[in-house]
């Protein structure tokens, strides 16, 4: 069964760069959250930059298995391209969330850094 490419959502390069990006903010936010820990709190214990890691690793992950399944598809190795839409949605979706957690987050911090001291 043959695929045509304008059923697949816009999965691009565009999208890993930008998961790309966000890594790095989320390992530079992280940088700067360790050292303002509580002194009783456990090292490794997770905060908000390692569930942001995790995000974007599971939304990476999701990514890589909607291509994989794509693939397949327009490989002929499967005909499952209802399972293959499904996983490339959810995939776009997943991102999209994260997009607008990270906006959430950077536009909390620029209003804390608004504030008056």
């Given at each position: 069964m043959a695929v045509n490419a304008s059923m697949a959502p816009p999965l691009t390069s565009g999208m890993l760069a930008e998961v790309a990006r966000l890594d790095q903010d989320a390992q530079r936010l992280a940088a700067n959250i360790e050292p303002m820990q509580a002194p009783g709190a456990a090292a490794g214990a997770g905060g908000f930059a390692d569930s942001m890691v995790q995000a974007l690793r599971g939304v990476d992950g999701l990514d890589q298995d909607a291509a994989q399944r794509m693939a397949a598809v327009e490989t002929g190795e499967s005909d499952d391209l209802v399972g293959a839409m499904?996983?490339?949605?959810?995939?776009?979706?997943?991102?999209?969330?994260?997009m607008q957690v990270r906006n959430k987050v950077v536009g909390a911090v620029d209003e804390l850094i608004k504030l008056p001291l």
């Amino acid at each position: 069964m043959a695929v045509n490419a304008s059923m697949a959502p816009p999965l691009t390069s565009g999208m890993l760069a930008e998961v790309a990006r966000l890594d790095q903010d989320a390992q530079r936010l992280a940088a700067n959250i360790e050292p303002m820990q509580a002194p009783g709190a456990a090292a490794g214990a997770g905060g908000f930059a390692d569930s942001m890691v995790q995000a974007l690793r599971g939304v990476d992950g999701l990514d890589q298995d909607a291509a994989q399944r794509m693939a397949a598809v327009e490989t002929g190795e499967s005909d499952d391209l209802v399972g293959a839409m499904l996983a490339s949605q959810q995939a776009s979706l997943s991102f999209s969330m994260l997009m607008q957690v990270r906006n959430k987050v950077v536009g909390a911090v620029d209003e804390l850094i608004k504030l008056p001291l």
